[in-house]
């Protein structure tokens, strides 16, 4: 298959629209040489970017992003790092080793996180406040029960939450019972990748609207884009979901496509009558449950559908109609606020693996990847892109350790039956959703 730019389709509508106007770096052109070339300038492929910079100062290091920089998945997340993922499905003591691997890995990538943005000046309005684990309805009460025990077995702080005390802090009385995990970020997630990508070293090269229609295996390996080709003797793929379109992973990683809307700004009056926090991040305990924020400005943002798209993002007709969907989480849990409209909704598309795990390592003797979180890639994804250049370097660390140690993708079978499966599979996890939603 030829791909060509139209198969990297984006929208407006995202994080990014709520940041200054930004002069995009232009697309390359003519022949280059260079070290490196990084595929994919979301989370994964600055970190990797920076960090081979960083362990090679000398070399040329390309970073080539399909579209703007924000407008992949990386810019259009709630903005959660978290430290301590939560497992759905209930404890399971023989995955103490592997629950403890994942977090291990999420703490890095925060820890990482946090010294580039407090180093590079990032205005990305980082929180690190923890996070709220909540649930309202009959099937996350059975998970909170799981995840409280998980996080005693696990020994990760956090503080259980009368419905009372969930009030107060968050101005909703829709939650039976909350968990607040003390470790854990807020962030604005397009400021911060276009804080990373505007602050990269200077021997990183990034151009932006640049797809890479084509990687041919070799030494050097060539990079084929409209009007350009690349010569690269090591290439680090950092392109989630759409690493298929180049011919890896194909079959093991599919697109989710999520969607959410933000209020306008609250009043003074408007955001009293919300609680006694500047600003919170709540995560569902039922799968399908709402992802809620009161962000550091002023706006409620809510999502809270997710659904098998083809790996495209939400038309603007579809994205008209979940808005509904958005309106009903937004009135049930904030009546106070029914009069307040949304200003603004957003889809993105989070990389998702049938058994939940993410991929790293090499794939030729040249090429490297990195990449699928399954919605939790914020904190992760910078570790693991990290770790993916230290470990295309020769390095050897725990971090890489960790991150090698991922299970095995599980195959996805082609369409239609993948459309089959993944209507069905995205039923499942909105099933018993009931409140949460
Ligand atoms: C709505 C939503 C909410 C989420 N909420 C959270 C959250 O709160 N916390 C959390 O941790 N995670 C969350 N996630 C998941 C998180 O956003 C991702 O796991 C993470 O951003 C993945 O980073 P990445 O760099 O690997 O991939 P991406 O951000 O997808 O970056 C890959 C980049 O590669 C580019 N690309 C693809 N193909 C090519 C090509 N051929 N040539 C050049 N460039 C190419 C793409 O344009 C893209 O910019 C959410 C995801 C979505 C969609």
Redesign the pocket.
Known sequence: MTLSAAD?ATDAHGWAEFLPPRRPAPPPSGTLRADWAV???????LAAARRLAELNPDHRILV????LVG????G???????TASHFAGGYRPDEAGNYRRVNRINTAGLGILRDQVETLRIDCGWHEGGIYHTAADAASMREYEAFAHYLNQLEIAHTPLSPEALASRLGTGLYRAGLHVHGGALLQPAALVRGLSDSLPSNVQLYEQ???LRLEDGAPAVLHLKGAEIHADHVVL???Y?MG??GFLHRYMLGST?S?SFTRLLTPEERAALGSLPEWGVLSLHTGGA?VRLTAEGRICI?NTAEYNGDALLSPQQLATRRALHRDGFERRFPQLAHVPFEYSWS????LTRNGTNFFGRKRANIYLA?G?N???????TAFGTAIAEFACGADSDLIADCLASAPGQWLPPRPILDIGAFFTVRKRFMGVGQDR
């Open positions: 990297f595929i994919g300038a979301g989370i994964t492929g080539l992003e399909a579209r407008q992949g998945a990386s259009r997340n709630s903005g959660y790092a978290v640049s797809p890479v950092a392109a989630n759409e379109k180049l999520l959410g992802t999502r993105g598309v989070e990389g990449g979180y919605g939790s890639g914020v904190s992760r994804g």
